[in-house]
């Protein structure tokens, strides 16, 4: 269905949007950080999973739940990758399957990171030059341990979480709604 391969193309350009906005560190005020944070994160991983939902829906005979599906994929996506980036900061490389504190090193400044640079400014710094300098992972691995920064991180999770159940209750009560909201639980309490 020549629908379905439009809707999943659209994976492939926002990946590669995502890789462009991660080349690009963006502003110095938090909000908008913060904002482009969440854009990256929908255009690298939830795009995926918002134009999965939206092509089932589009062939399960019920085209008209494609927004509504989408919705909730596009919010369980960004709660996964909120979840993923705090797994960097608080589970251990074993749990993982890759080092602790890898997106650091990729020079990355994700959530807990952006939060904690609310609390400790000198963390801006470092987010500028991409963690590259020697004593930089380590200094900001301590000032995100010394934040609200992985709480606050949690609780955008745990919001987004919340709009994907929010979606849920739009599409007809059935057994497979049941499970996409335990999927929900799923994403907020794994830790690998």
């Known amino acids: 269905c020549s629908e379905t391969i439009k ?3 659209s994976v492939i350009r926002d ?4 890789e462009i906005h991660q080349l690009n560190k963006g502003s110095s005020n938090h909000e908008e950080q913060l904002d482009l944070y969440i854009e ?15 092509a089932v829906a589009l062939n399960s005979g019920r085209p008209h739940l494609q927004h509504i599906a989408y919705q909730f994929g596009r919010n369980l996506g960004i709660a996964f990758q909120l979840v993923d980036d705090l797994l960097d900061f608080i589970s251990t490389s074993e749990a993982l399957g890759k080092a602790a504190g890898s997106d650091l090193k990729l020079g990355l400044a994700t959530g807990p990171v952006l939060y904690a640079s609310i609390e400790h400014p000198e963390l801006n710094d470092l987010i500028s030059r991409s963690f590259n300098e020697e004593g930089d992972i380590e200094l900001a691995l301590r000032l995100v341990d010394d934040s609200d920064g992985i709480e606050r991180t949690k609780s955008l999770a745990q919001m987004y979480c919340d709009k994907a159940r929010r979606n849920l209750l739009e599409l007809p009560d ?5 499970g996409l909201a335990i999927l929900c639980n799923l994403v907020l309490s794994r830790n690998s």
């Open 15 to 18: 990946l590669i949007k995502g």
């Open 40 to 54: 990256k994160s929908y255009l690298k991983t939830a795009s995926l999973i918002a134009h999965g939902c939206q």
């Open 174 to 178: 059935s057994e497979y709604r049941a």
């Open 7 to 9: 809707i999943l193309s």
